[in-house]
């Protein structure tokens, strides 16, 4: 991608790139030679928003699956005052793709394998569009994992009776130090695990809230009320879509937080307090990304490094602070600048801004009188479980679709370590072409997608292990049992 006016130094080195974003002022437009490709895309400078920048080049990187583009700055653009916030959108834009993509390599398989085994729970057990506005005027709190739920979480031990705490599954040890129970806990991490969320926790939530891609096991927490899932924003889902299965009203959100502040929206809660919600590093102290009581083991596999120099966001008390989730914090404020005026409230003593919220220091937070007590209100929530008449004609259409490629599978499986890379990734291409067997595949699908490009990559031991995860795929949603000698993912 090129930014700013062309120079002769620029024309030459462009000659070797097949494609081009350009970024640009109407006016040099006209210095685009004759002699090289139309850009791609043309994006006018000044961008207003960050929007514009991320929509194009996500749009623009689809050409290459594995590859960011280079990024060239004419001489015009280096002198331009503008220059520094162009440039800082666009790495910006390009490091949340390349988070997106290394998370789908790390996370694709372990994201469709609890997504299948939890399909049945997911088909009957959803969250119910009748909820909408349930606990209208109630106020709610959501509890986040941020470095300040040490200082906001006291604050509950006197108001929890009159507002609904929502809660990530990472905060709720920390809310039960304070003697507090959620009444929505939110798990949507496909990593996160029930016994290292809830150490210490003697008094269960009311009502969980799970993704359809967290861990299964999670279906045998103890609650009060019920659990119910929420729909992530799956190839799978959109697939299951067809079948009847429609998306839930609150999708699965980049964290706990954000979705448990969906799902208090979609519930009617007012006002809405912020808990934990820091978006960022404890700038003294850049190794704390959580509250001091969160277990360690939740994180040690974030690859999250701690002496990198981390990007810097507006803040609360400070002009930046740094943060390690970028993109989420810019999800969120995107989201948020949509919501009414004067419904947010972000209590909390240091973190990054966030838009549309109002900022309370935990010193000055009271909860407001009035209101009535959320207990009945609580109890009038009911869950509505699907009936096996209507679930099985769904599980049906999935087996039928994975048995009908299960031995093409198992023959991929059986071969790749002699037939080698070339044949494997041939083979994987005929087995997409199937577009009910990918979607069903879905986060798989994606994550195997950017290595049926050429060249071919991977050693074999690589196309062994798609092979393997592909294989454990198809007979989970086949219903078949796997190989007594199958490996272990």
């Known amino acids: 991608m090129v930014v700013g006016r062309l120079s002769a130094a620029t024309l030459g080195t462009l000659r070797a790139y097949k494609a081009v974003l350009w970024l640009v002022d109407s006016a040099g437009r006209a210095s685009w030679p004759t002699g090289l490709p139309t850009p791609a895309t043309i994006v006018d400078l000044p961008v207003a928003d960050q929007t514009t920048i991320s929509e194009a080049l ?27 916030d162009v440039l800082g959108q666009i790495n910006s834009a390009l490091r949340s793709i390349r988070t997106a993509r290394v998370t789908r390599q790390l996370d694709g398989f372990p994201w469709q394998k609890h997504l299948l085994t939890n399909l049945e729970n997911y088909v009957r057990h959803r969250l119910p569009a009748t909820w909408a506005g349930a606990l209208a005027g109630c106020p709610a709190v959501i509890c986040a994992a941020g470095p300040s739920l040490d200082v906001t979480a006291p604050l509950l031990k006197n108001s929890a009776h009159r507002a609904v705490i929502f809660s990530a599954d990472s905060a709720l040890g920390a809310l039960a130090r304070q ?107 850049q190794q704390r990304r959580h509250h001091q009581a969160v277990s360690a083991e939740l994180y040690s596999q974030s690859g999250f490094k701690a002496d990198i120099q981390h990007p810097r966001v507006p803040g609360n008390y400070a002009p930046t602070v740094p943060t390690h989730i970028e993109a989420d914090w810019q999800s969120l404020n995107d989201t948020l600048v949509k919501w009414p005026q004067g419904l947010v409230y972000n209590v909390i ?53 994975a048995s009908a490629r299960l031995c093409d599978v198992e023959r991929v499986a059986a071969e790749v370590g002699k037939a080698g890379p070339a044949h494997a990734q041939q083979a994987f291409r005929e087995l997409l072409k199937d577009d009910d067997f990918a979607r069903l595949m879905g986060a798989f699908s994606l994550k195997l997608m950017p290595h049926l490009f050429p060249p071919v990559t991977g050693d074999n031991a690589f196309w062994q292990t798609m092979a393997a995860e592909c294989l454990e795929l198809t007979r989970l949603a086949a219903d078949k049992p796997p190989d007594a000698g199958a490996a272990e993912h």
């Not at 960011?68 to 015009?76: K, R, S």
């Not at 980049?254 to 590093?281: E, H, K, V, W």
Request: aromatic share 6%; hydrophobic share 45%; proline share 7%.
């Open 58 to 84: 996500d749009h623009f990187v689809r050409r290459d699956p594995r590859c960011l583009p280079t990024v060239l700055v004419t001489q015009a653009a280096a002198v331009d005052p503008a220059c520094p």
């Open 179 to 285: 003697g507090v129970a959620a009444d929505f806990a939110v798990t949507v991490d496909v990593s996160k695990v029930p016994d290292k969320c809830l150490a210490g926790v003697t008094d269960a939530p009311r009502w969980l809230a799970m993704a359809n891609l967290s861990p299964p096991v999670w279906s045998q927490t103890a609650v009060k009320d019920g659990r119910f899932f929420c729909s992530s924003r799956q190839v799978t889902v959109d697939w299951l879509a067809g079948l009847g299965v429609v998306p839930t009203a609150v999708p699965v959100g980049d964290n706990c937080g954000a979705t448990a502040l969906a799902l208090a929206r979609f519930l009617g809660c007012s006002p809405i307090y912020l808990f934990g919600m820091d978006q960022a590093l404890d700038e003294h102290n």
């Open 349 to 401: 003593d240091r973190g990054a801004r966030l838009t549309n919220t109002t900022l309370v220091a935990p010193a000055d937070w009271v909860l407001p009188e009035g209101g009535g007590t959320k207990a009945d209100r609580l109890a009038s929530l009911r869950l509505t479980e699907l009936e096996t008449a209507q679930v099985e004609p769904v599980l049906a259409r999935v087996r039928k679709v």
